[in-house]
């Protein structure tokens, strides 16, 4: 199962992020992670939100070049070694990890995690077979 | 010093004379020879017979660049090809180069003319020449290296690209002179400053050319490196460097008119304009036997004097350059349309063509930035998909361009779109 990310292209300036941000919330998006890549030219802002398809569009109208992709969302115990122990699955099966961030620490033990790997469809069945769970945006927003 | 005291002092009246037999004969040559002289001629009406002398110079039909490309490759070489034994190609408006082929005369009279050149430098047979432009299909390398032999100076083949070795050969060599651009020879000033090797090198004379050049920059070179700097033009179209330079006098650039006729038009109405005025600069060859060019435009901004140089030279003028009736950048010596990159942009699968070239000179080297909208279709969330299209951009405009440039992506609709002819190059450099 795949949750939608939101990825977005910024300009290293001053206020372009806060320009993106303000976009979000003209159009009631709520914004549940984000992790931002930068190079010394530009930066790659990619936001797990209530509602990407809107988010996007309205990023849009308003000039920006935004896409949705899609992501796994792993739920794992918070506890030692959780993450290792189904990226271990991944690395055995020749699946290469681009990106990774975290996405929220829930007060019952569970921590949740992003992730962008080379085969999507193969990654998210093994890690399903190896016993993860996967969240879909609907899941996400109920966390 | 005077290379070919007959042909560089000789009288107006001589002179014109020799042009005019030489003038008529090259008509009759490219009438005869070459089909797309004969068509725009015939179409005109114009026989061979009623060009008399340079006075019927003005009812030729002009030579542009387009018509170099439309007969690509070879179109308008005036001789069999087996008597070509050298070509040259320089950037066409697109992806087709200007391809040009010599003789063995026309690499003869090219030598000539750059030795004249180097002579004007106060560069001898003595001398311990660094040929440093680049080597290969650009006129600047070869041709300068055939003029330094021809004299018979000491030719170091150089080339560019590898700073540190050359100036170790001009330590260790003793080099006493160097061709290469003037943004090359201040970068090479500035590296030898830096390492306090100013006071090892034995460096008095310096041709420089392929790119236009202000009267400080000289100043600054010669007041530098406490050599004597001399501007040489050419063209690879009408042959390559050496077809004008200037003398110890630096009072505009003497031409080798007994085989470059120059004339000066005004680029809108096209009819020469009055001694001493802007315009641009046109020249029809007289000697060339590979290709000849009946007043091909050059596009470079000028003007031209016929007064008596003090170093006594006959030979007319051309002034500095203003700058180019068209759009093209030379860029670290290299000819570059704007044309040529956007074809190149285009080439790259999702690129839209809103770019912005950005020229500046960064420590007296010219720096090229091309400025690309991402657009949806190619927006990755990767960095490596974004870093992985900024490569490919790069080389599509390497192969097209044969510079480097520095591809920076931006935000789609931030380079200012323009209501009448879009703004594309912004050249931050001061050179005119």
């Known amino acids: ?87 271990c699955v991944l690395a055995k099966e020749n699946i290469n990890l681009e990106y990774m961030y975290g996405l929220t620490i829930e007060n019952g033990g569970k921590a949740s995690l992003v992730i962008k790997a080379s085969n999507l469809d193969k990654a998210a069945n093994i890690l399903t077979a190896a016993g993860a769970e996967l969240l879909s945006n609907e899941d996400i927003s109920k966390l | ?91 066409g408006t697109t992806g087709k180069p200007t391809v040009v082929g010599y003789t063995e005369n026309d690499i003869k009279m090219w030598s000539e003319c750059v030795a004249r050149c180097m002579t004007m430098a106060g560069i001898t047979k003595k001398d311990i020449v660094q040929v440093a432009y680049g080597y290969g299909l650009f006129t600047g390398g070869l041709g300068a290296h055939y003029g330094a032999e021809y004299m018979g100076a000491v030719t170091v083949p150089m080339g560019t690209g590898n700073t540190a070795k050359l100036i170790t050969l001009m330590k260790d060599f003793g080099a006493t002179a160097i061709a290469c651009t003037p943004s090359y020879l201040l970068h090479i000033a500035e590296v030898l400053k830096e390492n306090g090797d100013l006071d090892k090198i034995k460096l008095r004379a310096a041709v420089c050319g392929a790119e236009p050049w202000t009267e400080e920059m000289r100043k600054q070179i010669e007041a530098t490196l406490g050599i004597d700097a001399h501007d040489i033009y050419g063209l690879s179209e009408v042959m390559g460097p050496g077809v004008a330079c200037d003398c110890e006098y630096h009072k ?101 063509p809103h770019y912005l070239i950005v020229v500046d000179r960064v420590n007296n080297l010219d720096t090229m930035e091309i400025m690309v909208e991402v657009e949806e279709k190619f927006f990755s969330d990767e960095i490596k998909g974004l870093e992985a299209l900024s490569k490919k951009i790069a080389k599509a405009v390497q192969q097209m361009i044969g510079l480097n440039a520095k591809i920076k992506l931006v935000e789609p609709r931030t380079i200012e779109r323009s209501m009448g002819k879009a703004v594309r190059v912004q050249d931050k450099r001061k050179l005119v």
């Open chain 2, 1 to 91: 010093m005077i290379w070919n005291e007959k042909m560089e002092t000789m009288s107006r009246e001589e002179l014109t004379k020799l042009q005019s037999e030489r003038l008529v004969a090259t008509v009759k040559r490219v009438y005869n020879n070459v089909p797309a002289y004969r068509a725009k001629m015939d179409a005109i009406g114009l026989k061979p017979e009623d060009i008399h002398g340079i006075e019927d110079l003005k009812k030729l039909p002009f030579t542009t660049k387009a018509d170099l490309r439309d007969n690509y490759p070879f179109g308008l070489f005036a001789v069999p090809q087996d008597e070509i034994v050298r070509v040259h190609a320089s950037s």
């Open chain 2, 252 to 352: 505009g650039l003497h031409v080798c008119e007994d085989h470059f006729i120059p004339e000066i038009i005004s680029p809108t109405t096209l009819e020469p304009v009055p001694e001493g005025e802007t315009g641009e600069l046109v020249f029809t060859t007289i000697t060339k036997e590979g290709l000849p060019l009946i007043r091909y435009r050059t596009r470079d901004l000028t003007s031209i004097s016929y007064d008596k140089c003090e170093c006594g030279r006959t030979t007319c003028r051309i002034s500095r350059f203003k700058g180019r009736s068209d759009d093209m950048l030379i860029i670290r010596g290299v000819n570059v349309f704007p044309s040529q990159v956007e074809e190149a942009l285009l080439q790259v699968d999702g690129v839209n």
């Open chain 1, 1 to 87: 199962m795949q949750a939608k990310q939101l990825s977005v292209f910024i300009e290293n300036r001053e206020g372009r992020l806060d320009e993106v941000l303000a976009v979000i919330k003209g159009a009631g998006v709520n914004i549940l992670s984000l992790s931002l890549a930068d190079t010394s030219e530009y930066g790659l802002l990619r936001l797990i939100v209530s509602d990407p398809v809107a988010a996007d569009k309205a990023l849009k109208e308003n000039g920006f070049s935004s896409m949705l992709t899609g992501v796994l969302v792993v739920r794992l115990d918070n506890k030692v070694g959780s993450l290792q122990d189904f990226l």
